[in-house]
């Protein structure tokens, strides 16, 4: 019999394994994934300082492998400036641990969102409204991250009515999580919730992130644009109902 004071260990690399495989395949739903299952067991800001590291390494390895990073930042820097300056702004909230009703608001906007989508016509934005719409999505995403420490709402829906291609999406993703996730690191530890220690351990996750990531980019490889579309919102929908149901039972 396994040994009960390993379990926490392998429970954390299982969680990481399951949430690389998400990113891997829909290029997001890391942190989601690993701040849903983490939280059964241990508190949001702790949980939240487990997946800074592996986040990071995915989120990098996803920014580095898309073809269009120049025009990319480029395009959506106002939105990164945001998303940085919210985050960090933002990061009180995490910290304090009273998260549950700004997470039972992500997961509702995530549910509405991918709903609304698969059931009705795409969402587009005029290219005239891009500069005025991307600092405000920026700042906004911040604020969520920082209350809540999932980066989707609402950088994912924006991103995506952008009408990028596949892998520029996957890329544009990867860029807005990158930052993200600087910013919350930022954020705990300038609030005292993130130590050279929690570094360390949070390091222990890459391994199965990565293994994950590599596996959830050879499924998606092989999925057609059109099936890829409607399996990333389906995730985005069984996300959405997983952050309701884990903050209001």
Known sequence: MLDVALWPIVSIGLTFFLAGIVKGVTGMGLPTVAMGLLGAFMSPVAAAGFLIVPSFVT????????????????????????????????????????????????????VIYAGFTLLARHLSVPARLEKW??????????????????????AVPYLQALGLSKDDLIQGLGLSFTISTV???????????????????????????????????????????????????????????????????
């Not at 580095?64 to 990164?80: E, H």
């Not at 719409?133 to 609402?154: D, E, N």
């Open 59 to 110: 989120n990098l390895w996803q920014l580095a492998s898309g073809p269009s990073f120049t025009a990319l930042v480029s395009r959506l820097w106002l939105m990164m400036l945001g998303v940085g300056l919210g985050t960090v702004a933002s990061s009180s909230v995490l910290v304090s641990n009273n998260t549950r009703w700004t997470t039972v608001g992500l997961g509702a906007a995530l």
């Open 133 to 154: 719409l991307s600092p405000l999505i920026g700042l906004t995403t911040g604020a969520v991250t920082g209350g809540t420490g999932v980066f989707v709402i609402p």
């Open 183 to 249: 910013a919350l690191a930022v954020g705990l530890t300038w609030r005292g919730a993130f130590q050279l220690d929690d570094l360390a351990m949070s390091s222990l996750a890459i391994l199965p992130a990565m293994a994950g990531m590599w596996l959830g980019q050879a499924i998606r490889s092989r999925v057609s644009p059109a099936a890829f579309r409607r399996w990333f919102l389906i995730c985005l929908l069984l996300l959405g109902t997983e952050l309701i149901l884990r903050s209001v039972l």
